[in-house]
């Protein structure tokens, strides 16, 4: 295969075509900053989930490209809240992949960031799988970027050669991120959660504090296994002194079952060429029919604000749209059906400004990512309540009790105004 460079391969992109941007810490970036340099075309679609580093493509300037964003990283999320060219598109993670493969969004052109091809010839989408693959099978014509620093992941995430079009070279580095000092909050939030989880269950977290204070407190468990969305360096200690081992899981027993990773180098180091690890396709770590064969799934996802009969929103500042929906509602009705499972909403009860997150109604236009119906637990700082089969005063005054004390004068006055107490 002959290596060109990143703008030739830019300027190949025709007319009218709609290109999806490889995902998270596998975006790339040399390819990225090309395409606003180089592509001149008119009425060019982008269409992505998170994405890491500079996304030219959505400043005015670049009005030829209208883009397309199924889930808003902080990279895009003053454009799609402000650019006329920039859109979020709300959709769960597990049904990204058909967005990709069907109707006017269908993906022409997949920029990729993969490993250089082995002695067969294949190559290592690397940490991000998630919704890569269904573009693939789509794109009429795949560019990517041969990266020696992308790890060879295990799993489904694989290329060959024959199936790419177009290559440059690069040694950009991964993006990584560094696991930041726990909060207090975090470390309270962290062992309510932690005092949930039973021996034998199976885990779906994600990144951030809230996760890592949840696995700095599991040392003492045993035979937990790991099936989720994405995972980060928070699991490392526990694989390394066994307290992670998926003994129990039912689907891909013993495998660490992820679409996408994101971290240190260190994450990075242990994913590769590692026979423990097993990246699926997002509509298959996602799809609650496999979710609940595990046992004893716990669900721990975050949310920005909660009402007090429970409705979540977790991808919104009221209209302001933060991020996406993601898949947390795959992972909370999968917990649910879960023998044993719980799903878990974690959240600090206020915000950085001193706000409650627990308030009577939620934000003029912010909207719900997962329904009361959907909520069992919730945790704070100051405990964790279940909401299943409660009514609606017995879950106001629940999550009234896990408030910050300044604010559960208010909520008891709003609980009494509103059902007419």
């Known amino acids: 295969m002959?290596?060109?460079t990143a703008q030739e391969a830019i300027e190949s992109i025709e007319n009218n075509s709609n290109v999806f941007i490889h995902s998270a810490a596998m975006t790339p970036t040399v390819l990225v900053s090309a395409l606003t340099k180089y592509c001149k075309e008119d009425n060019i679609s982008l269409i992505h989930i998170h994405t890491e580093g500079t996304a030219g493509y959505v400043s005015d300037a670049?009005?030829?490209f209208h883009t397309y964003s199924c889930f808003v990283g902080g990279n895009v999320r003053k454009q799609i809240n402000t650019n006329r060219n920039a859109n979020y598109i709300p959709v769960f993670l597990s049904e990204v992949g058909k967005v990709l493969s069907e109707g006017d969004k269908k993906v022409d052109t997949a920029l990729l960031r993969?490993?250089?091809?082995?002695v067969h010839g294949w190559c290592s989408l690397g940490v991000s799988l998630d919704v890569t693959m269904a573009a693939i099978k789509a794109a009429k014509r795949i560019i990517v970027e041969f990266n020696s620093n992308v790890p060879r992941v295990h799993g489904d995430g694989w290329i060959h050669v024959n199936d790419i079009d177009l290559a440059v070279e690069t040694k950009?580095?991964?993006f990584h991120s560094t696991p930041k000092v726990l909060t207090q909050q975090e470390i309270k939030i962290g062992a309510h959660i932690a005092g949930l989880i039973e021996d034998g269950s199976t885990l779906q977290m994600g990144i951030g504090g809230v996760p890592d204070a949840?696995?700095?407190?599991l040392t003492n468990h045993k035979d937990l296994g790991i099936h989720t969305e994405m995972f980060s360096d928070g699991i490392l200690p526990l694989v390394e002194n066994g307290v992670i081992n998926g003994k129990f899981k039912k689907v891909l027993p013993g495998k660490i079952t992820s679409?996408?990773?994101i971290g240190s180098n260190r994450l990075y180091e242990f994913v590769d060429?590692?026979?423990?690890?097993?990246?699926?396709?997002?509509?298959f770590t996602n799809d609650t029919a496999n979710i609940r064969k595990n046992p004893k799934v716990i669900a721990i996802n975050s949310a920005i604000e909660i009402d007090i009969t429970g409705q979540v929103c977790a991808d919104s500042i009221g209209a302001y749209q933060y991020s996406g929906v993601g898949g947390q509602m795959d992972f909370m009705r999968?917990?649910?059906?879960?023998?044993?499972?719980k799903p878990i909403i974690a959240l600090s009860s206020t915000t950085r400004t001193g706000e409650s997150k627990i308030a009577p109604f939620l934000k003029q236009g912010a909207s719900v990512t997962t329904t009361r119906a959907h909520v069992h637990w919730v945790v704070t700082e100051y405990g964790a309540v279940n909401l299943f089969g409660k009514d609606l005063v017995e879950r106001a005054n629940l999550l009234t009790s896990i408030a910050h004390p300044n604010y559960r004068e208010e909520l008891e006055q709003a609980i009494k105004e509103r059902f007419r107490m």
Do not use: H, T
């Open 2 to 4: 002959k290596i060109i």
């Open 62 to 64: 670049a009005s030829n």
């Open 114 to 118: 993969v490993s250089p091809p082995d």
């Open 172 to 174: 950009e580095p991964m």
């Open 214 to 217: 949840v696995l700095a407190q």
């Open 259 to 261: 679409c996408f990773a």
């Open 273 to 283: 060429d590692n026979p423990r690890i097993a990246f699926k396709e997002a509509s």
């Open 334 to 341: 999968g917990a649910a059906l879960s023998e044993g499972g």
